[in-house]
């Protein structure tokens, strides 16, 4: 380290960063277990510690640890939250990367500049980290810093936001538009991701036979879901429908 303040600095940072995934996973558990009633659901916990890390990324170097843990914990529960919209809108986003990234993110630029170390909302250190943003080249505090910091930052979530709209538009409408994208309902929100995402599991195996019939083995989390997945076709063939894959349970 150059000297007393770099080294300062990284010790809070490595503190910040550490508290805040840690305060995001506890905090997630707690949600999803009041919430769902269930056990232990670990895949939960690591994207709340992940929301944590990313809700931190913008102010990990001009915040308190309390203020870490505070912003760690709230990013798990938006998480929480925001996966659970998600599922009721019935979007696809089986690993929940905007519930962690985008609200995570979102909540980490604003929390940056609420809980800057500065003295209440009349200085602002950013960037800084041990001196207070002044006005030009003088030596007093801007007053206005806090709010030009939370302007630039929200500012520019918005353009990332704008930005990956356009691109996943760019790059899905296509796919659209041959048909691409089309699943069929049941099995589509059943078993996408053990049929399509091959998800590691080390519960058992699932063929899936296609519709001309080749198959493949795919292994993913068996239980329920390729339980589910049988009955789903039951249903369909009860209806006088095939679907295009079917999953067996070996």
């Known amino acids: 380290m150059e000297d007393a303040k770099h080294g300062f600095t990284a010790g809070q940072v490595a503190a910040n960063t550490t508290l805040a995934a840690a305060c995001g ?23 709340g510690v992940l929301a944590g890390l990313v809700a931190i990324s913008a102010g990990c170097a001009n915040v308190s640890t309390y203020s870490a843990c505070g912003i760690g914990a709230a990013a798990g529960v938006l998480c929480c939250l925001a996966s659970m919209l998600v599922r009721h809108l019935k979007v696809d986003d089986p690993s929940d990367a905007f519930a962690v990234h985008g609200v995570g993110g979102f909540w980490g630029l604003a929390a940056a500049v609420l809980f800057d170390w500065g003295e209440g909302f009349h200085t602002f250190y950013g960037p800084a980290i041990f ?74 195996h699932v063929v899936m036979e296609a519709a001309d019939g080749t198959s493949r083995t795919a292994r993913g989390p068996l239980g329920g879901l390729a339980q589910a997945s049988m009955e789903a076709e039951e249903k369909a063939l009860a209806m006088g429908s095939r679907p295009a894959s079917t999953l067996h349970m070996i």
């Open 25 to 47: 996973g506890a905090a997630m558990m707690v949600l999803r277990g009041l919430i769902c009633r269930s056990g232990e659901d670990v895949g939960a916990a690591c994207n």
């Open 131 to 204: 001196n207070c943003i002044t006005v030009g080249t003088g030596d007093g505090c801007n007053p206005e810093a806090w709010t030009q910091a939370m302007a630039a930052n929200l500012a520019e979530a918005a353009f990332v936001l704008l930005f990956s709209m356009v691109v996943a538009l760019a790059a899905v409408l296509p796919l659209r538009c041959i048909r691409a994208l089309r699943v069929e309902a049941e099995l589509g929100r059943l078993a996408e991701a053990c049929t399509d995402h091959w998800i590691s599991d080390l519960e058992g």
